[in-house]
């Protein structure tokens, strides 16, 4: 699992969580999904967050990036605290430093392949020619130079896949967080999506977190973190 020979990381922390808690309600039923985790992740490093399905991991990248607070703890990214903030502060900062990829990809489907990966930098209020640029430019560097102008209909799971990760990559982010991006993908086209993701963070030195049931992810990062039932268990190098 550990590849020092990869490694970017640099060793000061970029993100540190400590008692996180998430509860949500369904029903009439209360589920505790995060139970109290405590979870630093350092510049530059590959994490992998291993466990079942609904062990939490995907909840935790959650409040992590800020798409949902938490119910109680404490996330500080940088000198920045996340925690108390409201939705529309939590957005603004997702956007300018979280990168998000996801199994769904969760690409527009009225937009080309160009406009999804443009879309956060407009959001950032980036005008439009720069935007274009950086994605066109994005979209060369995952291997669709030749598909910018398709639909996502167009376009194959692999291909949509990168360009979800182009799209994460826009403006230009400290941290990304993958939640199972090999999950709809074939073996093949799974690996070759991880192999771009570890190019990109590697040429960028970014930060990379990935939830993952894949054994073959995991052994790629230089730490798997270990979750089970709200709780990170185990944390190895």
Known sequence: MNNPSSSVADGAPLLVA??????????????EVLRGVDLTVHRGEFAALRGSSGAGKSTLLHLLGGLDAADEGRIVF??????????????AFRNRHVGFVFQAYFLMPDLSALENVAMPARMARVDAATAEARAESLLRSVG????????????????????AIARCLVNDPQLILADEPTGNLDSRTGTEVLELLLALRAERRTTLLIATHDSRVAARAEREVQMLDGRIVDSLA
């Open 18 to 31: 400590t008692g996180l808690k998430k509860t949500y309600t369904v029903g009439s039923r209360r589920l």
């Open 78 to 91: 940088g000198t920045e605290t996340l925690s108390g903030r409201g939705l529309s502060e939590l957005a």
């Open 144 to 163: 669709l130079g030749d598909r910018m102008r398709h639909l996502p209909n167009q376009l194959s799971g692999g291909e949509q896949q990168r360009v």
